[in-house]
């Protein structure tokens, strides 16, 4: 067996030994007389956590002082109405006034619907639910237009969309630099092409750009309760030119609610433009028991379309040939421009929300009716063009 030999002399050797002894019990008796210092307790995580709750509990939780309620607490105040009479003020009176009534009237011609000029105060009366009124302001009018145009686009007939594009051209060229104007289209639903512009050729593309309807639905309650609905909100005289074939296919509305609206509507004219009179000419009472349904169905839309139009005292018209649109709209924009307007205030002041009736007679200076006579003395039959009534609304409290 081989033997190891240590480089160290021996007397070397003894001392390193006993160092290290020394040097062992000193750390060891330094370890049993300190003890380990406290470890420190985890942080709390505050942050809230991804879905977005509340954060982490903060650990010690601070409570406001609860308020003392004062030892005589006054019983709380009986509900009374809120006093309308502030001191130092005139006396409000309870008398409610009816805001005055204003009426714009057309006279035309029934033959040539040529505007009559150069009435008088005193060759109008107007009488409401059947009781006369004292007209309190006249003067003739003519001014600028506010319209909104409503174009039936609905995959029924491309007949009647060749004819609504042609009859609200044709309206355009009736429009003036500072009308406003604006169109909106429906089928089974509605849409706003463009909004009020003074831009003739703005609306002029907007209706070139009509080709491809959607649906095949004609919802014409609902669009018109809607174009009512946006014209409520502007301010002076409004018009609505329905250019459409007047049937209803799908409309949550029914007749009644949509002839109520145009009862309530204020200051807004409805003129109807019929489409389709072409083709309905041509094949009116022909092919078989289907076809008469169809027939039937226009006529109703044909007394709708009336209806619309009279309650507001505007017109309605039910052309057959392209060639008519100018005609028809030249009419129509002398009807718009062209009014007799007259104020009164109603004898009736009850804000009771009723349909109140409106009938407009001409008058000669003796009171009796007024007859009218061309240049030959031959007389002339005339129309009298005025709203059918006005909603007197409620009073809001």
């Known amino acids: 067996m081989r033997k190891t030999h240590s480089i160290l002399p021996a007397g070397l050797r003894g001392i390193c030994l006993v160092v290290l002894l020394l040097m062992g019990v000193a750390v060891v008796e330094k370890a049993q007389g300190q003890a380990p210092p406290p470890q420190p307790p985890p942080a709390q995580d505050q942050t809230a956590p991804d879905a977005g709750g509340p954060g982490g509990d903060s650990g010690v939780i601070a409570l406001p002082k609860k308020k003392e309620a004062p030892a005589d607490t006054p019983p709380p105040a009986p509900d009374v109405p809120k006093i309308k009479n502030p001191e130092g003020l005139p006396p409000v009176s309870l008398h409610v006034d009816v805001s005055e009534v204003t009426v714009d009237v057309g006279v035309l011609l029934e033959k040539t619907h040529q505007f009559v000029p150069g009435l008088k105060p005193n060759n109008f009366k107007v009488y409401e639910d059947g009781v006369e009124q004292k007209v309190t302001g006249f003067k003739r009018t003519e001014a600028p237009i506010t319209a909104l145009v409503i174009c039936e686009f609905a995959a029924t007939s ?75 909100r502007i301010e002076g005289r409004k018009y609505i030119i329905l250019i459409a074939s007047g049937r209803d296919s799908f409309s949550k509305l029914t007749l009644d609610k949509i002839l109520k609206k145009v009862k309530e509507s204020k200051d807004i004219t409805i003129f109807t433009i019929s489409t389709g009179g072409g083709m309905r000419a041509m094949t009116e009472g022909r092919m078989g028991m289907r076809n008469q349904m169809r027939d039937i169905d226009f006529l109703q839309a044909d007394n709708e379309m009336k209806t619309f139009a009279s309650l507001t005292g505007g017109a309605s018209y039910f052309p057959r040939f392209q060639g008519e649109y100018p005609d028809i709209f030249s009419e129509i924009n002398r009807n718009i421009r062209s009014k007799y307007e007259l104020v009164y205030h109603p004898t009736n002041t009850k804000l009771d929300g009723t349909f109140r009736k409106l009938r407009v007679e001409l008058v000669d200076d003796e009171g009796q009716p007024l007859h009218i006579q061309d240049e030959k003395h031959k007389p002339l039959k005339y129309d009298i063009i005025a709203r059918e009534g006005y909603n007197a609304r409620r009073q809001v409290e």
């Open 158 to 232: 491309y007949t009647m969309i060749y004819d609504m594009r042609n009859a609200a051209m044709a309206f355009t060229q009736q429009l003036r630099p500072q009308d406003y104007v604006a169109l909106m289209t429906f089928d089974m639903r509605t849409q706003i092409l463009t909004d009020f512009t003074q831009d003739k050729r703005q609306f002029q593309e907007a209706i070139m750009s009509l080709r491809i309807p959607g649906f095949s639905e004609t919802n014409v309650f609902d669009a018109l309760y809607e174009g009512i609905d946006r014209m409520e």
